[in-house]
């Protein structure tokens, strides 16, 4: 069974930083790809950033909101994916979910909660 454990969400100051980590209960590699997803209150979920596996291996998109500030790593011993977060603004406030594709399926992590304040 996939397991997604997601940590490093928090409060901070509009123009900070966080970094999320997602570790995996089995290898990365076993996923076409791993991302990042948040839900802000009222809102839809939405895809932050993701990063591909397989002969794409390594590439990676970002939404628009947030490209230039967010950046999606991985480091294969660990089993993890990373999303660091870089001059945050409260419209990054949500809940930031981890996601893992394996074929057709979605893997999803329980979530975390990042909170800017202005």
């Known amino acids: 069974q996939v397991q997604l454990v997601e940590s490093g969400g928090g409060l901070v100051q509009a123009g900070g930083s966080l970094r999320l980590s997602c570790a995996t209960s089995?290898?990365?590699?076993?996923?076409?790809?791993m991302g990042w997803y948040r839900q802000a209150p009222g809102k839809q979920r939405e895809l932050v950033a993701r990063?591909?596996?397989?002969?794409?291996?390594?590439?990676?998109n970002y939404a628009d909101s947030v490209k230039g500030r967010f950046t999606i790593s991985r480091d294969n011993a660990k089993n993890t994916v990373y999303l660091q977060m870089s001059s945050l603004k409260p419209e990054d406030t949500a809940v930031y979910y981890c996601?893992?594709?394996?074929?057709?399926?979605?893997?999803w992590g329980q979530g975390t909660q990042v909170t800017v304040s202005s």
């Open positions: 089995g290898s990365i590699f076993s996923f076409t790809s």
């Open positions: 990063i591909l596996n397989g002969v794409s291996g390594g590439l990676t």
């Open positions: 996601n893992a594709l394996k074929g057709f399926v979605d893997y």
